[in-house]
């Protein structure tokens, strides 16, 4: 089973600023890795997959990068209505599919 | 508009069943693979199964395996979780997600997701 690891568990960002999040994986997963953002009481929303795409009607102030083990989403001038809890998760060797654990970004 | 509506979440006794639907109006159904992810309260995401988009193949996590069984009927555009044998560990909201299927093939990421059904196995 591949083990996602995301860090940090908690981001502290003022509006307007950047946010940097991390996903690893135990072992390599190439580019099949997905992220999804999670606000209180809603179910998960698709923004990156294949490690840096971006779903339908994602801003372009979400990007995706990464390859192998080591993955990073960054939000570029946070704004109001991307504080959520963000997940990554990895599609490359299954079953089982795994999430991480989750980055909580919360407004400093 | 894709929309995926779950149903059936409740308070259920410890090796009890319950089965969870999910309608999935407003997309070619029969055209795309779906899951069942959940989430116990507090807690991350945890995936639980998937359906090839005809029903002919099927897998399921660990958690679940020889418990859960994830079917569809693609004539009513409907997914099914009968959850038999139920823990108090399986406590969560259930949500039923599409697969990103392209040409039939499945993706293995969710591109929509339902609202989510709570399955509560308590005494």
């Known amino acids: 089973e591949r083990v996602m690891t995301q860090s940090p568990a908690t981001l502290s960002v003022s509006p307007g600023e950047s946010a940097t999040l991390s996903c690893r994986a135990s072992q390599s997963i190439a580019s099949n890795l997905a992220w999804y953002q999670q606000k209180p009481g809603q179910a998960p929303r698709l923004l990156i997959y294949d490690a840096s795409t971006r779903a339908t009607g994602i801003p372009a102030r979400f990007s995706g990068s990464g390859s192998g083990t080591e993955f990073t989403l960054t939000i570029s001038s946070l704004q109001s209505e991307d504080f959520a809890v963000y997940y990554c998760q990895q599609y490359n060797n299954w079953p089982p599919l795994t999430f991480g654990g989750g980055t909580k970004v919360e407004i400093k | 508009q894709v929309q995926l509506v779950e149903s059936g979440g409740g308070v259920v006794q410890p090796g009890r069943s319950l089965r969870l639907s999910c309608a999935a109006p407003g997309f070619i159904f029969s055209d795309s693979a779906m899951h069942w992810v959940r989430q116990a309260p507090g807690k991350g995401l945890e995936w639980v199964a998937i359906?090839?988009?005809?029903?002919?193949?099927?897998y399921y996590a660990d958690s679940v395996k020889g418990r859960f069984t994830i079917s569809r009927d693609n004539a009513n555009k409907m997914l099914y979780l009968q959850m038999n044998s139920l823990r108090t560990e399986d406590t969560a909201v259930y949500y039923c997600a599409r697969d990103r299927t392209q040409g039939h093939k499945w993706n293995l990421s969710f591109d929509y997701w339902g609202q989510g059904a709570l399955v509560i196995v308590s005494s």
């Open positions: 359906i090839s988009y005809d029903g002919s193949n099927k």
